[in-house]
């Protein structure tokens, strides 16, 4: 091919890296002949999928000939009346991050601005660049958001504002007050993303609701999943909550059957499968306690988190326990593109995962941390 492709491509896009998710269990296994592999890197639910929306999927499967309904019309009305608010005020994704890369193109080109924290969600500076826009990263506090920092970096151009709450990969959180002090500092020309994909999970009772403040900030738009607590990652689905002049606007650019059939059906019934969700949470609860007691065994540090993830400190660079860990069968997550090139975040497994998980850490720490 004669032609410069490259140079086609919008500048952003030139400037960007592929989004590199988790190494997957097939490939692993392909790679070191490996049978048994337990991969805690994508903070996937460990219990597998509801049966529950698996069987309402499998249901769901006989209309694959038809496109869905564009609309989401019963998933949004189920969801308004669980969540409290209008079926208007929901705009439904392929997953919570296409959400996201909405959000920027709608609101987001050359000449503007958005802000969000170091060691924050990597699809934030992805979908900012793809968008021609200017990212302002502020610098994270103990792992986490600064929101007066934040506040104070808004300038005349910025249009978005993103935060994970709880924050993915540290697993901190910000508090009620921390939120509602930072909204009131924000100019109403500027939207706030709280993005809330591991919420089910912070059962903390100084965590913010974010749907509670959209009534007083009409800029707030709230993004969530049924990827993580509700299972159903492979399906993506996801959804965001905001004014429905913002979800009018986001609907625009929404590409036409974004959400696929099975994926809203089983989101439907896995709405209604509340023992599943309880059993996530005490699976999550215990393996998070399991984990951080064998990380204080090996005097590793490791930061709090109220995810179903916990990011834990080496005393050497990070990636050589990685590759060790992969030799044992074990995937987690590396996390030097966060500028945490320490770290490893683990996702929360079952008991037995998260056994195996400790034990081959004590033996990578030794293998990989030699020089």
């Given at each position: 091919?004669?032609?410069?492709?490259?140079?086609?491509?919008?500048?952003?896009?030139?400037?960007?890296?592929?989004?590199?998710?988790?190494?997957?269990?097939?490939?692993?296994?392909?790679?070191?002949?490996?049978?048994?592999?337990?991969?805690?890197?994508?903070?996937?639910?460990?219990?597998?999928?509801?049966?529950?929306?698996?069987?309402?999927?499998?249901?769901?499967?006989?209309?694959?000939?038809?496109?869905?309904?564009?609309?989401?019309?019963?998933?949004?009305?189920?969801?308004?009346?669980?969540?409290?608010?209008?079926?208007?005020?929901?705009t439904l994704g392929n997953g919570s991050n296409d959400v996201l890369d909405l959000i920027a193109r709608t609101f987001l080109s050359a000449g503007s601005?958005?802000?969000?924290?170091?060691?924050?969600?990597?699809?934030?500076?992805?979908?900012?660049?793809?968008?021609?826009?200017?990212?302002?990263?502020?610098?994270?506090?103990?792992?986490?958001?600064?929101?007066?920092?934040?506040?104070?970096?808004?300038?005349?151009?910025?249009?978005?504002?993103?935060?994970?709450?709880?924050?993915?990969?540290?697993?901190?959180?910000?508090?009620?007050?921390?939120?509602?002090?930072?909204?009131?500092?924000?100019?109403?020309?500027?939207?706030?993303?709280?993005?809330?994909?591991?919420?089910?999970?912070?059962?903390?009772?100084?965590?913010?609701?974010?749907?509670?403040?959209?009534?007083?900030?009409?800029?707030?738009?709230?993004?969530?999943?049924?990827?993580?607590?509700?299972?159903?990652?492979?399906?993506?689905?996801?959804?965001?909550?905001?004014?429905?002049?913002?979800?009018?606007?986001?609907?625009?650019?929404?590409?036409?059957?974004?959400?696929?059939?099975?994926?809203?059906?089983?989101?439907?019934?896995?709405?209604?499968?509340?023992?599943?969700?309880?059993?996530?949470?005490?699976?999550?609860?215990?393996?998070?306690?399991?984990?951080?007691?064998?990380?204080?065994?090996?005097?590793?540090?490791?930061?709090?988190?109220?995810?179903?993830?916990?990011?834990?400190?080496?005393?050497?660079?990070?990636?050589?326990?990685?590759?060790?860990?992969?030799?044992?069968?074990?995937?987690?997550?590396?996390?030097?593109?966060?500028?945490?090139?320490?770290?490893?975040?683990?996702?929360?497994?079952l008991e037995h995962e998260n056994a195996r998980f400790l034990i081959a850490l004590r033996k990578s720490i030794d293998e990989g941390c030699l020089d």
């Open positions: 091919m004669t032609c410069d492709v490259f140079a086609l491509a919008n500048v952003g896009v030139q400037g960007l890296h592929p989004y590199q998710p988790g190494k997957p269990i097939e490939e692993l296994q392909r790679e070191l002949g490996l049978d048994n592999v337990v991969k805690l890197a994508s903070n996937e639910n460990p219990l597998g999928p509801s049966s529950v929306a698996m069987a309402a999927a499998q249901t769901a499967l006989k209309q694959m000939h038809l496109y869905p309904d564009a609309s989401g019309f019963e998933l949004k009305k189920k969801l308004a009346a669980k969540l409290g608010v209008t079926a208007k005020q929901f601005s958005a802000v969000f924290s170091q060691h924050a969600f990597i699809v934030y500076p992805i979908a900012v660049q793809a968008a021609g826009a200017r990212a302002i990263i502020t610098p994270a506090k103990n792992w986490g958001h600064d929101l007066v920092a934040m506040a104070a970096a808004i300038e005349p151009d910025t249009k978005v504002v993103f935060i994970a709450n709880p924050n993915n990969p540290t697993g901190n959180y910000l508090d009620s007050d921390a939120v509602s002090a930072f909204l009131a500092k924000v100019p109403e020309r500027v939207i706030v993303v709280l993005d809330e994909a591991y919420v089910e999970f912070a059962e903390v009772d100084d965590f913010p609701d974010g749907l509670g403040f959209l009534a007083q900030y009409p800029n707030v738009i709230v993004t969530r999943t049924f990827s993580k607590a509700y299972g159903l990652a492979g399906l993506r689905i996801g959804y965001g909550i905001s004014s429905p002049e913002i979800t009018d606007l986001l609907n625009r650019v929404r590409a036409p059957f974004n959400v696929n059939i099975p994926a809203m059906s089983a989101a439907l019934a896995v709405l209604d499968d509340h023992d599943y969700l309880r059993r996530s949470r005490q699976v999550n609860s215990a393996g998070m306690a399991q984990l951080c007691a064998g990380f204080n065994e090996l005097g590793l540090a490791y930061i709090p988190s109220v995810g179903n993830f916990v990011a834990v400190e080496l005393p050497c660079d990070a990636l050589p326990v990685y590759q060790a860990l992969l030799r044992e069968g074990v995937i987690v997550r590396p996390v030097g593109v966060y500028q945490m090139p320490k770290h490893l975040r683990v996702s929360i497994g």
